[in-house]
């Protein structure tokens, strides 16, 4: 019998890592997988009590409209992933869970990503953003009130959305509220006003996309005051991953990195949403501020995305480093990343999911600092290498464990 009872709503409910997620779980529960790439499975958190899979109730906010059997289909069609037998198996609870998504908000969104709004969400189109609040507040409520759960971890793994204006990266708590509540219609961007509907209904918060989220000064200060744990952005599953173990070893042999490009092509929905230049430069700042971090300088860098339809969920990444060793000697390393993104992706945000959950029950507020090795950039964190960022994961568990 399950001794808890913790609800995931997920911002982007049908899209590519969020199936993903919902089939990993159903197939935990079934005994059809094992644990293979889910970090909080390791043997140190084992003394944890983290929430098992049979504990968890899924719903969500989506602007399409369709099913996770639909949306599954297509990435065992189109990418060659998933089990047909096992999706088979787990097809009536996947059902279950599409009965609890609900029309997410279309308020700045940005074109590219209003054009895929089905009928349901875009009956949405003429709300302000504090309707949208109200409204995306009142869902995440209902679902912990019907389903009778302890508590509600919401994640945001939608598509990146457009940079959002500079003026509103300084905003206050009261700015933001003055912002909602004024004549004008406000600036505010989805993913903030996701971020604020969950920590109005006491939910934590975790922001795996590139898209600000809660990442502003005012949500600091509104989750402090509402006592909920929140992080983020953008999960580091590829090439950035990769970016943030290597750049440590060229810095720590004193060799030095003279250029670093990277060309990433992928085929999924977040890729035909980075096609946008505006939606893509959100994701390429993301990826590329991290080596200036960890070498102390800028090398000469180029980030490419490119959106190659064929290539359905599977990503590529080629890296080419020039760098200059002893004597002035020019030399090359290169490598290539393949992988599949929803795969690479799902196992963290159930990590995340589990983590944010003990953090929760815990008693903890405001910024987890401690999950920054599963983000490009991390808030509340200024170390960008990997092996310092899981030193602090790892901390964070003898202490809980000690507790």
Known sequence: ?????????????????????????????????????????????????????????????????????????????????????????????????????????????????????????AKTRKETAAQAVARLAKDISEFKTREKLDRVIVVNVSSTEPPPPDAIRSWSWADIQKSLQGKAASPLPASTLYAIAALQSGSPFVNFTPSIGSDLPGLYEYALQQKVVHVGRDGKTGETLMKAVLAPMFAARNLKVMSWV??????????????????????????????????????????????????????????????????????????????CDSLLAAPLVIDLIRLTEREARRGGSGVMSHLASFFKSPMGCDEPAFAYQFQQLMQWVKTVSEE
């Not at 944890?48 to 990435?75: F, K």
């Not at 029309?103 to 209003?114: E, F, H, K, R, S």
């Not at 990826?287 to 102390?296: A, M, R, S, V």
């Not at 860098?301 to 890296?319: H, Q």
């Open 262 to 339: 990277g060309h990433n092509i992928f085929g999924n929905l977040d890729g035909k949403v980075l096609d946008d230049p505006v939606n893509k430069a959100n994701k390429v700042k993301s990826k590329d501020h991290l080596l200036t971090e960890i070498l102390g300088y800028k090398p000469q860098s180029l980030v490419s995305i490119e959106y190659i339809e064929s290539m359905g969920d599977w990503k590529t990444a080629w890296d080419h480093i020039h760098f200059q060793g002893f004597l002035g000697t020019p030399m090359v390393l290169q490598f290539i990343w393949q992988g």
């Open 1 to 121: 019998m399950a001794k808890r009872k913790v609800g995931v709503w997920l911002v982007g409910a049908w899209g590519g890592v969020a199936t993903t997620v919902v089939v990993g779980l159903c197939a935990l529960r079934k005994g059809l997988t094992d644990t293979t790439g889910l970090v909080s499975s390791l043997p140190p958190f084992a003394s944890l009590d983290l929430v098992g899979w049979e504990e968890l109730v899924i719903g969500g906010h989506e602007i399409r409209e369709t099913t996770y059997s639909a949306e599954a289909q297509v990435l065992l069609e189109k990418s060659h992933v998933f089990s047909a037998t096992a999706l088979t198996a787990i097809a009536s609870q996947l059902a279950k869970f599409d009965k609890n998504i609900r029309p997410g908000t279309l308020v700045n969104v940005g074109a590219t990503i209003d054009a895929l709004a089905g009928p349901a969400a």
